[in-house]
């Protein structure tokens, strides 16, 4: 788990690159950017939503649709998931304090 409130606060002043996502419901939901990783020969996206008590990361896996468009898929693989969760927490480990 991802606190948001360990954010450096230097990070959060710079421009954020946001991304907003439709959920099922038809709802837009906004989402900062934290990182891509590659893990077995696919990219994924970290993500934490754009609130203040936002605490975990979403990681979605991006899908190609030609070079200039991409798409993300939610993953159900826990092992993906927790594997590309470490590798994000392994490159940040100095500049987040993560809960386990």
Same mark, same amino acid.
């Given at each position: ?20 996502? *439709? ?24 993500? /934490?939503?754009? *609130? ?9 896996? /991006?899908? $190609? ?17 927790? $594997? ?17």
């Amino acid at each position: 788990m991802l606190n948001n409130e360990d954010f450096p606060e230097e990070n959060v002043e710079e421009e954020a690159n946001i991304i907003v996502l *439709t959920d099922d419901e038809g709802n837009d939901v906004e989402f900062e950017y934290l990182d891509t990783v590659e893990f077995e020969g696919s990219e994924y996206i970290v993500l /934490i939503e754009n *609130t203040e008590d936002a605490d975990e990361a979403v990681i979605l896996k /991006i899908e $190609s649709l030609d070079d200039e468009n991409e798409t993300y898929v939610g993953v159900e693989d826990e092992d993906v998931l927790n $594997s590309v969760f470490k590798i994000f927490k392994d490159r940040y480990k100095d500049d987040f304090d993560f809960a386990e």
